[in-house]
């Protein structure tokens, strides 16, 4: 983001500050592509989990099978009006050079590459039902807004040519058991990772965005980012108190454990949440094909998965007890459900 010029930033501004603005544009988005979209078949995939999981790359493999279409970072920053902007931008097909994304964790990206965007939807309808003043909490879309979030993905399936449409976002998992029960032909993909190696890998990401520029943040707030850094708010589930120091393990080994029994609850009850053991993907070759299997595409040999790097947490104690247990239970659950 440092190299975005001031027309990029002035852009962005106007396109994401305001969520009066972001709607505006997505209304006269509607007027002008609704009718000419695509009818929604709910056949759609939607990976979802705590940063650093693994989401990233999963969603980025099923992305290369070309069956889904997603927004892209050719979209923004008018991501509510994808095809009006593409129209006003004039961006074709051409996908530009590939640079690996700020988080330095060798995922290289182009205009062409998906990402976590449709987020901007949720903060600009619901961001005060769920952004709270120091945590995310899950929350419950009543059917008019997700009628209105099948809309966009409509629109982004007429902008894309597909029929089916793929996403990423970690904030998913605040409404996932509402839009499991209420788009029961989609599959929700849910990566657990091995909680030590997973706290230590927010925790390197949380120091290298404490210190973000001012534009970063304002970026990293208008895409509902919160993962993380000097934006950072928790999710927290019913009226826990938060506490901890988000620079030590302990804190995100707790935020893990917060998450994954949510999750866990979550998976248990719809059957088109499916969680999967990341740090099996690159060394159990019978995994993929049952994922692909489950969400109906090809099982082409993997591109983009990669093993896990593991990492070791100093003075972890109890929290640490708790995750492993916690994380043999995810595992069970998700071998039971792909098998």
Same mark, same amino acid.
């Given at each position: 983001?440092?190299?975005?010029?001031?027309?990029?930033?002035?852009?962005?501004?106007?396109?994401?500050?305001?969520?009066?603005?972001?709607?505006?544009?997505?209304?006269?988005?509607?007027?002008?592509?609704?009718?000419?979209?695509?009818?929604?078949?709910?056949?759609?995939?939607?990976?979802?989990?705590?940063?650093?999981?693994?989401?990233?790359?999963?969603?980025?493999?099923?992305?290369?099978?070309?069956?889904?279409?997603?927004?892209?970072?050719?979209?923004?920053?008018?991501?509510?009006?994808?095809?009006?902007?593409?129209?006003?931008?004039?961006?074709?097909?051409?996908?530009?050079?590939?640079?690996?994304?700020?988080?330095?964790?060798?995922?290289?990206?182009?205009?062409?590459?998906?990402?976590?965007?449709?987020?901007?939807?949720?903060?600009?309808?619901?961001?005060?039902?769920?952004?709270?003043?120091?945590?995310?909490?899950?929350?419950?879309?009543?059917?008019?807004?997700?009628?209105?979030?099948?809309?966009?993905?409509?629109?982004?399936?007429?902008?894309?040519?597909?029929?089916?449409?793929?996403?990423?976002?970690?904030?998913?998992?605040?409404?996932?058991?509402?839009?499991?029960?209420?788009?029961?032909?989609? $599959?929700? =993909? %849910? @990566?657990?990772? *091995?909680?030590?190696?997973?706290?230590?890998?927010?925790?390197?990401?949380? #120091? &290298?965005?404490?210190?973000?520029?001012?534009?970063?943040?304002?970026?990293?707030?208008?895409?509902?980012?919160?993962?993380?850094?000097?934006?950072?708010?928790?999710?927290?589930?019913?009226?826990?108190?938060?506490?901890?120091?988000?620079?030590?393990?302990?804190?995100?080994?707790?935020?893990?454990?917060?998450?994954?029994?949510?999750?866990?609850?979550?998976?248990?009850?719809?059957?088109? $949440?499916? =969680? %999967? @053991?990341?740090? *099996?993907?690159?060394?159990?070759?019978?995994?993929?094909?049952?994922?692909? #299997? &489950?969400?109906?595409?090809?099982?082409?040999?993997?591109?983009?998965?990669?093993?896990?790097?593991?990492?070791?947490?100093?003075?972890?104690?109890?929290?640490?007890?708790?995750?492993?247990?916690?994380?043999?239970?995810?595992?069970?659950?998700?071998?039971?459900?792909?098998?």
């Amino acid at each position: 983001m440092a190299d975005y010029s001031a027309l990029d930033r002035a852009l962005h501004h106007l396109a994401l500050a305001s969520p009066m603005r972001a709607e505006m544009f997505h209304d006269i988005e509607r007027g002008m592509f609704l009718k000419s979209a695509p009818e929604d078949t709910g056949r759609h995939v939607f990976v979802c989990g705590l940063a650093r999981a693994g989401t990233t790359i999963l969603m980025r493999e099923i992305h290369g099978s070309g069956a889904f279409g997603s927004l892209t970072y050719a979209d923004m920053p008018f991501v509510l009006a994808p095809n009006l902007w593409r129209k006003l931008s004039g961006r074709g097909a051409q996908a530009g050079e590939k640079r690996e994304r700020a988080h330095g964790d060798g995922i290289a990206v182009d205009t062409n590459s998906p990402e976590a965007l449709d987020e901007v939807y949720w903060r600009s309808f619901a961001g005060e039902s769920y952004i709270l003043p120091d945590r995310l909490a899950p929350h419950t879309p009543k059917k008019a807004m997700i009628a209105g979030y099948r809309d966009l993905i409509r629109l982004v399936l007429l902008r894309t040519g597909k029929g089916r449409y793929l996403s990423k976002n970690n904030n998913m998992i605040l409404r996932l058991p509402a839009l499991a029960k209420a788009m029961p032909e989609a $599959v929700f =993909l %849910v @990566p657990v990772r *091995d909680p030590v190696s997973h706290a230590m890998s927010l925790l390197s990401q949380h #120091r &290298r965005f404490a210190e973000a520029d001012a534009f970063t943040q304002k970026y990293m707030l208008w895409l509902g980012h919160h993962e993380f850094g000097a934006t950072h708010k928790p999710f927290v589930w019913g009226e826990e108190v938060i506490s901890g120091d988000p620079d030590t393990p302990g804190y995100w080994l707790t935020r893990w454990v917060s998450a994954h029994y949510a999750l866990l609850a979550a998976a248990r009850e719809w059957p088109n $949440v499916l =969680l %999967v @053991p990341s740090d *099996d993907l690159a060394r159990d070759p019978a995994l993929w094909p049952a994922i692909a #299997r &489950r969400i109906g595409i090809e099982a082409a040999p993997l591109q983009e998965i990669r093993a896990m790097p593991e990492r070791a947490a100093p003075e972890a104690g109890d929290a640490e007890t708790e995750a492993r247990d916690l994380y043999a239970q995810l595992v069970t659950q998700a071998r039971t459900d792909l098998a």
